[in-house]
């Protein structure tokens, strides 16, 4: 089967699949490539299957594709009975290509987020010292921290009524 885009697109028997699969992901590992995975329960387009709000206890078969995006794409159909040994080989299948491609993640910017997140609770828990005189020089930059202490009252009660809902 052939597409208009001169893609060749494939429909296989699941072991045909995996074997297929396979390559496919030797061959974008060389070539630095990616592959998309699709997997979705299989629609019958032209009415033969009943719709599942008509029969609930039916089971379906699902539609895994992949391609490559350029040259290849290929597809099985996956009959319900066989779904569970074909997840374990798929499965496997995924494990063992998938750790030679992905990165570690960087987790500097988790890092960084959590130590803002701490020095928002302790500023939050601190609060603020109002000092300065109460007329004259000083007098705005003294109203200013007395809205910002206002300001983390309201935000440490709300963190203290939070703190309890999870306890």
């Known amino acids: 089967m052939g597409s208009g885009k001169g893609k060749q697109h494939e429909i296989l028997d699941n072991d045909e699949f995996l074997k297929s699969l396979a390559t496919l992901f030797e061959k974008t590992t060389a070539s630095k490539g990616s592959i998309w995975l699709t997997h979705k329960r299989l629609t019958y387009e032209d009415g033969a299957e009943p719709s599942p709000s008509s029969d609930p206890s039916k089971e379906y078969s699902c539609?895994?594709?992949?391609t490559d995006g350029k040259s290849q794409t290929i597809s099985?159909?996956?009959a319900p009975s066989s779904l569970p040994t074909f997840?374990?080989?798929y499965g496997t299948l995924l494990k063992s290509t998938m750790t030679q491609t992905l990165r570690k993640r960087d987790k500097k910017k988790e890092k960084a987020r959590?130590?803002?997140a701490a020095l928002k609770k302790k500023k939050i828990m601190d609060g603020v010292?109002?000092?300065g005189p109460k007329r004259g020089n000083g007098r705005k930059k003294r109203e200013r921290l007395q809205k910002v202490k206002v300001r983390l009252d309201e935000a440490r009660k709300k963190l203290e009524e939070k703190?309890?809902?999870t306890k």
């Not at 539609?63 to 992949?66: D, E, N, Q, V, Y």
């Open 63 to 66: 539609l895994l594709r992949a």
């Open 76 to 78: 099985t159909h996956i």
């Open 87 to 89: 997840q374990a080989h």
């Open 114 to 116: 959590v130590e803002a």
């Open 129 to 131: 010292l109002v000092e």
């Open 163 to 165: 703190e309890r809902q």
